[in-house]
């Protein structure tokens, strides 16, 4: 027994001596990837609610930009054409240089050159009116002097401002209250321009080709033409760029302003003088020499004068701001212009109206004015052929005839 247990010992002491003289080696060790670094749960938030606030700000936007396009005016449209077939073409809001350069050929002193701002956009009638035109308000009436072998197409001429007035309140009627007026002086020089710095709206030179005047009597350094010495259809020849025909020659125009000398300073809607002797002419006609024809030139006359060169063109406001729509009311008046001869030969009794009160206190009548009345206000250029009626502002159911007052 004693034999067996010291061999098992000094197995037991060999087999810890062999372990104890061996080196353990450690295991490789196991080559990891590096772990990425995440986002905090803080900054997901705050990216997720800057994307959030970011859509939103951008729907807003688009909103916003909806109800504008919702509450703007919507655009005029680019021509319109009335009952009795005259056709009118939108001219817009602008600024531009009246009058002329101190160089320019037939200049006259009386063409101070300034700048001019149109704030309200208008309609002009593309062609002077015909005799066509004026025969369907005017119930077959024909004063022009070109009518024996001329047709509807061309244009009316030999009527007076006095003339051209009871027209335009025919006209009015006839439309159901629309607002037809003379262009100012102004609204016929930008609207003649179109864009334009030269003499005319066809360059430093107006030929025959391009206008009815007198051939004979061309610009300088420009080559002379055919005098026609009479009328030609409306819209012969091409329009300036803003569509309109005959600006330059054919006949001359009428316009609502009295004749006065202009300002040197930057004006604002100008619509002329209060009261005058002589209304203000445009344009030039078939008799006139390229001078006469300018954008710029200014010719005036008595409200009363006629002549075969003489006619005119309309503008229509958009809207109803210078007029009501009150047929009744336009009805007087055409009845006080039927009789013409009857208050031509009285003397007229008017209320003035000379501040804003009393527009407002004043009737509220539907008749047409030019720009700077308030709405409704019954602004009567009745201008005379003695010169007894300027300007005036007045109601009428205030005229009086009776001499003796």
């Known amino acids: 027994?004693?034999?067996?247990?010291?061999?098992?010992?000094?197995?037991?002491?060999?087999?810890?001596?062999?372990?104890?003289?061996?080196q353990i080696v450690?295991?490789?060790?196991?080559?990891?990837?590096?772990?990425?670094?995440?986002?905090?749960?803080?900054?997901?938030?705050?990216?997720?609610?800057?994307?959030?606030?970011?859509?939103?700000?951008?729907?807003?936007?688009?909103?916003?930009?909806?109800?504008?396009?919702i509450s703007k005016p919507a655009e005029p449209e680019q021509k319109i054409t009335n009952s009795i077939g005259m056709t009118f073409v939108y001219i817009k809001p602008g600024t531009f240089m009246i009058g002329s350069p101190t160089g320019e050929h037939g200049r006259g002193n009386d063409e101070t050159q300034h700048q001019v701002t149109l704030?309200?956009?208008?309609?002009?009638?593309?062609?002077?009116?015909?005799?066509?035109?004026?025969?369907?308000?005017?119930?077959?009436?024909?004063?022009?002097?070109?009518?024996?072998?001329?047709?509807?197409?061309?244009?009316?001429?030999?009527?007076?401002?006095?003339d051209v007035q009871e027209f335009i309140l025919r006209l009015n009627q006839k439309e159901g209250g629309s607002n037809y007026r003379l262009?100012?002086?102004?609204?016929?020089?930008?609207?003649?321009?179109?864009?334009?710095?030269?003499?005319?709206?066809?360059?430093?030179?107006?030929?025959?080709?391009?206008?009815?005047?007198s051939g004979d009597n061309p610009f300088p350094s420009c080559s002379k033409g055919e005098y026609r010495k009479k009328t030609v259809k409306t819209g012969s020849f091409s329009p300036n760029t803003w569509e309109l025909y005959d600006m330059h020659g054919n006949v001359r125009e009428w316009c609502q302003d009295w004749d006065g000398d202009y300002s040197s300073d930057?004006?604002?809607?100008?619509?002329?003088?209060?009261?005058?002797?002589?209304?203000?002419?445009?344009?030039?006609?078939?008799?006139?020499?390229?001078?006469?024809?300018?954008?710029?030139?200014?010719?005036?006359?008595?409200?009363?004068?006629?002549?075969?060169?003489?006619?005119?063109?309309?503008?229509?406001?958009?809207?109803?701001f210078y007029v009501t729509n009150k047929e009744s009311d336009?009805?007087?008046?055409?009845?006080?212009?039927?009789?013409?001869?009857k208050w031509r030969s009285s003397r007229v009794k008017c209320n003035q109206i000379r501040n804003i009160d009393e527009y407002e206190r004043g009737f509220r009548k539907g008749f047409s004015g030019p720009p700077g009345l308030v709405d409704g206000s019954a602004d009567f250029n009745l201008g005379h052929s003695d010169g007894m009626i300027s300007k005036m502002k007045m109601f009428p159911n205030q005229l009086d005839t009776d001499d003796s007052k």
């Open 1 to 22: 027994m004693r034999c067996e247990l010291d061999e098992l010992l000094g197995s037991t002491r060999r087999l810890a001596k062999k372990l104890l003289s061996e």
């Open 26 to 69: 450690p295991p490789p060790a196991i080559a990891t990837k590096p772990t990425p670094i995440v986002e905090s749960e803080t900054e997901e938030i705050e990216t997720k609610a800057k994307a959030e606030a970011e859509a939103i700000a951008k729907a807003k936007e688009i909103e916003r930009i909806k109800a504008e396009e």
């Open 119 to 162: 704030t309200r956009g208008f309609y002009m009638q593309t062609t002077e009116v015909t005799q066509g035109q004026w025969k369907a308000v005017k119930e077959g009436n024909n004063p022009s002097y070109f009518k024996q072998w001329w047709g509807d197409n061309y244009p009316i001429e030999n009527v007076s401002w006095d």
């Open 183 to 213: 262009p100012t002086e102004a609204e016929w020089e930008y609207a003649a321009r179109s864009g334009t710095i030269t003499p005319f709206y066809t360059g430093n030179c107006l030929s025959t080709d391009q206008a009815n005047y």
């Open 266 to 320: 930057s004006v604002v809607d100008p619509s002329g003088p209060l009261s005058g002797s002589y209304r203000v002419i445009r344009g030039g006609g078939w008799d006139s020499s390229a001078g006469h024809c300018r954008s710029a030139e200014r010719e005036f006359d008595t409200p009363g004068y006629r002549y075969g060169d003489l006619g005119f063109r309309l503008v229509k406001d958009i809207g109803n």
């Open 330 to 341: 336009l009805s007087e008046v055409v009845d006080l212009f039927t009789s013409l001869d």
